[in-house]
């Protein structure tokens, strides 16, 4: 016979499974993220490295304190939730979330923290704003500030530096596959419309932005 106990184990374990789809791109382990088509979508909060606190705010909603990984419904918390994570001798971030309020790239660059490394690219944007509206992930990086020298600083700070020029060329990538369908000729000239001029200097912003934090952090960091 199974117990009361191990059959309500068993149902929590079969709605997790119900609620995910394949995995994310690999950067850690991670539980498989949610689907988008689920009644309530929610949104896999999960932080590098993983099992760290997360506090989330927002709305009306008391204030929810997590343990990553965990699949949080982010459309409780109004339309800009607030994720605080942070963990014994990591640097502490503080992600302000934002519903999707546009289709194209190039007009979520260049609306303050609508894009950011942490967070996954958004669903298809519905005529309102409803509960689908944020990410299927968030995964935020708490970048180590103790370390035993000098040397394994450097290291472990250049690959950070490393990680984010890569990820942020990825973003690039995307925007000028969306861009090149709306290149305009005039005088010989192959113009981008205005939009997408003002999406690849607030890219260039917020790869610059975070090259120097990490670079912050390199430098407020601890020698033990």
Known sequence: MINARAMAGL????????????PPPPSGSFPANPLRDDALPLTLVD?????????????KSPPLTVTTPRLVPLYEYGDNPVIDCFGDGLVRQRKAMHVNKSMRLAERMTQPGAIDLAFAPYPKREKSAGAGDFPAWVRIRLQRNRFDTVAERDQYYAEEARWIAAAWDAVEDRLKQECQSRLTQAQGLILLDTQCKKAFRALADRRAADRATVEVNRRQSTIR
């Open 47 to 59: 932080t590098v490295p993983t099992g760290q606190r997360c506090i989330v705010t927002g709305g």
């Open 11 to 22: 149902a929590v374990t079969l709605f997790l499974a119900a609620a995910c789809a394949d």
